[in-house]
């Protein structure tokens, strides 16, 4: 794979983690207006859904993944259980409803990140992606390591209190499925051949697992307490992460899933940032060690990538140095 292909990769995978902490506000917010987690989580997955229905009928590549998609699971070529990853982004979207009024965006992002680096690691080593087994080397998992402690660094005035302790388990939970989600979507990509198509199984199947919960919901606690608001960008979650799993669905294959993993998370770090900075709400914190986690992030996600190309330099420097020294060009 070309050195280009893999960077504009990353940069993707890190856009696309902008776009999820944009979304986290969102549905933060969405969810205190409607004092319901599950109804924020519902109304975003379902317009990302009304979204993608209107759309990929609509192309011919759509069209062309939805028959291949059908051949596929008739053939046994892809399995069912591969088609349910948008189950684990429904919970991810659902604790952003839940969670994130009170947590912030920062605090979030650091249980998003400690579960996800570690699940992102198990999830390679066992081959669930399209990209195969990748082997936890000593660089990948440093930049696990240090992600968790950028985002520690960022975030870790707030994790003195019991309560966000506490919340932050729901997210916690969410990074861990993350993981295994963008690795069955990365199969749903690669079968059908189509972007769009993945991407339409992976909110079908999370708008279906939301319906349920919010039926349960509604049986056990009524109506939610909050009207639906008028301000139309507290419905933009949807659209948002149709480009978010549109984009992990595309270059999972070329990162892998620790890597797609780590370059999202330095977006959402980043973008956390940004949101706190220039769009401050009650629960953001922004100061120094804030922006030493973010730039910290960022020094992960290049020992994660940059790592095993390192090592091939350095090995080939190395190599060429011997041969030198043997035709006695090295006295050069």
């Known amino acids: 794979m070309s050195t280009g292909r893999r960077a504009g990769a990353v940069g993707l995978a890190a856009f696309a983690g902008v776009a999820v902490a944009t979304q986290s506000r969102i549905n933060g917010e969405l969810g205190g207006r409607l004092g319901d987690g599950v109804a924020a989580a519902v109304v975003s997955f379902g317009s990302g859904l009304l979204l993608l229905i209107l759309l990929v009928p609509a192309t ?4 062309r993944g ?10 046994g070529t892809l399995r069912p259980w591969q088609c349910l990853g948008g189950a684990c982004g429904a919970f991810l979207v659902f604790t952003q409803g839940a969670t994130v009024g009170t947590l912030g965006v920062a605090v979030f992002t650091v249980a998003i990140v400690a579960g996800q680096s570690a699940s992102s690691l198990a999830v390679d080593r066992a081959g669930i992606g399209p990209s195969g087994r990748q082997p936890v080397t000593a660089a990948r998992l440093a930049g696990a390591v240090l992600t968790v402690a950028a985002v520690l660094l960022a975030v870790g005035d707030r994790l003195g209190e019991p309560a966000t302790l506490g919340l932050a388990l729901l997210p916690l939970l969410a990074g861990v499925a993350v993981a295994w989600q963008q690795a069955v979507n990365g199969w749903v990509r690669v079968v059908t051949g189509s972007t769009l ?5 992976n909110f079908a199947v999370g708008t279906t697992v939301l319906l349920a919960a919010f039926a349960v919901s ?3 606690r009524g109506l939610p307490t909050g009207g639906l608001p008028t301000e139309p960008w507290l419905y933009l979650g949807g659209p948002i992460g149709v480009t978010f799993i549109a984009v992990a669905a595309a270059v999972v294959r070329l990162t892998g899933v620790l890597l797609l993993g780590l370059a999202t998370v330095a977006g959402q770090v980043v973008g956390a940032l940004l949101l706190d900075v220039l769009l401050p709400s009650a629960a953001s914190q922004p100061d120094v060690t804030t922006l030493l986690g973010a730039v910290l992030t960022l020094v992960a996600v290049a020992v994660a990538a940059l790592g095993g190309r390192f090592r091939a330099w350095s090995s080939g420097i190395r190599s060429g140095t011997a041969r030198r020294g043997r035709t006695g060009g090295g006295g050069r």
Do not use: P
């Open 218 to 220: 509604l049986a056990l």
């Open 60 to 63: 011919a590549g759509g069209r």
């Open 197 to 201: 198509t993945a991407t339409l199984v």
């Open 66 to 75: 939805l028959a291949t998609l059908r051949t596929a699971l008739a053939r």
